[in-house]
């Protein structure tokens, strides 16, 4: 009888790495599209007659995303995103003010409202758009 030798080797780790690595970067570019998404959102439903619209896109400008391990979150820093995202006075989620309201604008004159309408540009930006997250990935996740 023949002498056979068998050798193995373990790459496991070498592929779980690189698996890591393709998750990692599958998140990023679904990071990079639902920033895009989210501006667009704002972009397209931010009416420029608003007295309190920026002309500077500052609200679009500031949204970002991060990738940690396997999360990837969509965000932004501007403490007034939260009233694009959700709606005030009577267009609020979950309830708002009733009434309408004055308040005196940045061009010193003064200006009645009910509230604004909620935009959802950061849920929007990733609940519309799942198979489109779902195709990046599994390319990414593909590349072995």
């Known amino acids: 009888m023949a002498d056979i030798e068998i050798k193995i080797e373990d ?3 070498e592929i779980l790495r690189q698996l ?39 609200l679009a400008n500031s949204v970002t995303h991060s990738v940690t391990g396997d999360e990837m979150h969509v965000g932004t820093n ?21 009434s309408p309201w004055a308040y005196q604008g940045s061009d010193g004159e003064w200006h009645q409202t009910r509230g604004i309408t909620p935009t959802h540009f950061i849920k929007n930006s990733l609940a519309n758009h799942i198979a489109e997250y779902k195709a990046i990935l599994e390319k990414f996740l593909m590349r072995f």
Do not use: F, M
């Not at 694009?84 to 009577?90: A, P, Q, V």
């Open 11 to 13: 790459h496991s780790d």
């Open 20 to 58: 890591a690595q393709n998750v990692e970067a599958g998140l990023e570019a679904c990071g990079n599209q639902a920033v895009s998404h989210a501006k667009q959102t704002l972009r397209a439903k931010i009416p420029r007659h608003a007295s309190w619209y920026s002309p500077t896109g500052k």
């Open 78 to 98: 501007t403490d007034y995103a939260i009233y694009n995202e959700y709606g005030t006075g009577i267009y609020a989620e979950g309830g708002g003010r009733q």
